[in-house]
């Protein structure tokens, strides 16, 4: 009880000590420091919504997504139940004459219609005052099956360290908390909860299993790795892939290892990535327009090591032997038997694609002389980048094997005028260059639209498109056919995914797959 009491005090005097903030001014912040879920929803809504704002914005959004490969599966899915219809013009069309009482009612309306697409390539970025902020809950939620075979939700050892500090200047240390059981968060079984929160709230992938794996926290599986995994995006919430919080704090109720019961209320605290100085400075930094943005979906933490497949209450291995490793780039390999090495791979957009392919081909090398001849090749956290690099990695896996697969993308008014543009100005550097592709027997395409127009009629998601010819990118990638002087083929591999696996990841892997049939 004393627990609890403590910490209903400090919960209150938080709430004093962000509303003396509020009564300053609304919108004041400083980058770094934390506020209350009410004084940021509240500097928000302070922004009033203009009706150019609206027209500008669903214009672009009309014009650019033509474009887009999947609108008619996204209308018609074949699976309905698991994955909505989402009719995105009819959407856009209703927004026109939608009443709008803030300018964050119309970009929140907006980013959820595209978080309902659960495609991670195709993201409305709301303005960067909004975007700035992330909110988070202080426990980092873990999920894995206990002794009594009952899948359960419990608080992660793993603490964020900015965090642990932050609580402890108001007198609680939250590594009291770790290896509790959740019970319940708010009135619902934490299981169900999370269940809930990742079918509605997580706009990354139309999997709901992964969806519920990115909620939750990811440790490291041993101590050689230091600990940068994310909190999970249950308890820290960025705009990227999902809502902020509706709710300004949640109640849990945890029990411990000793059967003690603790029913507890957190406030969900926000950080802003910017400073604003007041109300005026931040209602003009949200008057940078929205945008539609094609980016590679990357992890929005640091790259850390290999997860573990292992129950997260079990010993961590002793027989791990790190080979070679490069954090700032997300890529590794180590050795766990006197067979098989795991080479991880987080991302393919590193900071350094020298560094990269480097470390992979002195693992690679490492492993050749110790015959290591089991590669375990874990793409858990990766999800996509560059798909020249990709190919490059490919090669140096394989070096003996066809290294693409074709595609298509779908015709439009658009679409044409970028390919005529490209050709008028014989610029052979865009993705609608024709002479950036090759045709499916491996043949350049002419440097005109006939790679895109008369095109081929194809039905997909329960209607009739045009799409392009099939393509696969030729000289776009540059020298993708170096390789390593002193190749290594694995001669077993097993490839480790959570489902997060896509863009370039999911073609690396499906390439790999069609390798080994």
């Not at 050892?157 to 108001?170: D, G, K, M, V």
């Not at 790190?322 to 991302?347: E, F, H, R």
Request: charged share 15%; glycine share 6%; proline share 7%.
């Amino acid at each position: 009880e004393n627990s609890i009491e403590m910490l209903t005090r400090v919960h209150l005097f938080l709430g004093l000590f962000f509303g003396s903030i509020v009564a300053q001014d609304v919108c004041s912040f400083q980058n770094g420091t934390f506020y209350s879920h009410n004084q940021v929803m509240g500097c928000f809504r302070s922004v009033p919504f203009q009706e150019n704002t609206r027209t500008t914005t669903i214009a672009a959004l009309e014009k650019a997504m033509v474009t887009y490969a999947f609108a008619g599966i996204a209308a018609n899915p074949p699976d309905p139940v698991r994955t909505p219809p989402v009719h995105l013009f009819k959407q856009l069309e209703r927004m026109k004459t939608a009443n709008y009482n803030t300018d964050w009612d119309f970009h929140i309306d907006v980013a959820s219609l595209f978080w309902k697409l659960r495609d991670a390539h195709t993201a409305y970025f709301v303005p960067e005052c909004y975007k700035s902020f992330t909110f988070y809950q202080p426990l980092p939620l873990i999920s894995f099956v206990d002794e009594s075979n009952l899948q359960i939700i419990a608080v992660s050892s793993y603490i964020n360290p900015t965090l642990a500090q932050h609580w402890l200047e108001q007198g609680i240390d939250l590594h009291q908390f770790s290896g509790a059981t959740v019970m319940h968060i708010g009135n619902m079984d934490a299981m169900n909860y999370m269940v809930q929160y990742a079918r509605e709230d997580i706009g990354v992938t139309k999997d709901l299993a992964t969806r519920f794996d990115l909620a939750l926290r990811i440790p490291t599986p041993f101590d050689g790795f230091q600990d940068r995994g994310s909190m999970g995006w249950f308890s820290g919430r960025s705009l990227k892939f999902g809502p902020f919080p509706l709710q300004s704090s949640l109640n849990y109720t945890l029990q411990f290892k000793n059967g003690t019961v603790l029913r507890i209320n957190f406030p969900w605290i926000a950080q802003p990535g910017a400073s604003y100085a007041d109300t005026l400075a931040f209602q003009s930094a949200c008057r940078a327009s929205a945008n539609v943005s094609r980016t590679p979906l990357v992890a929005n933490v640091e790259p850390i090591g290999p997860k573990p497949s292992s129950h997260p209450r079990s010993p961590k291995r002793s027989n791990i032997t790190p080979l070679v490793n490069c954090t700032s780039c997300g890529v590794g390999l180590y050795q766990i038997d006197a067979k098989t090495m795991v080479l991880y791979i987080n991302t393919f957009e590193p900071s350094d694609e020298a560094a990269f392919l480097a470390t992979i081909e002195k693992g690679l090398a490492i492993g050749s002389s110790l015959g290591l001849t089991n590669v375990i090749l874990d793409l858990s956290q990766n999800g996509g980048g560059d798909i020249c690099l990709g190919r490059q990695v490919l090669r140096l896996l394989f070096p003996d094997r066809i290294n693409w697969g074709p595609t298509d993308v779908p015709q439009s008014p658009l679409a044409l005028n970028l390919t005529l543009s490209a050709v008028a100005l014989n610029n052979s550097n865009t993705f609608w260059s024709p002479t950036v592709y090759l045709d499916e027997d491996g043949n350049p395409f002419p440097n005109s639209e006939s790679w895109l127009v008369p095109g081929i009629s194809r039905f997909r998601g329960g209607v009739v498109q045009t799409f392009s010819q099939l393509i696969h990118i030729g000289t776009g990638c540059g020298d993708i056919n170096q390789t390593n002087p002193n190749p290594y083929v694995p001669k077993n591999m097993l490839i480790m995914t959570r489902g997060f696996c896509g863009s370039t990841c999911a073609l690396f892997a499906n390439h790999l797959r069609s390798i080994s049939s």
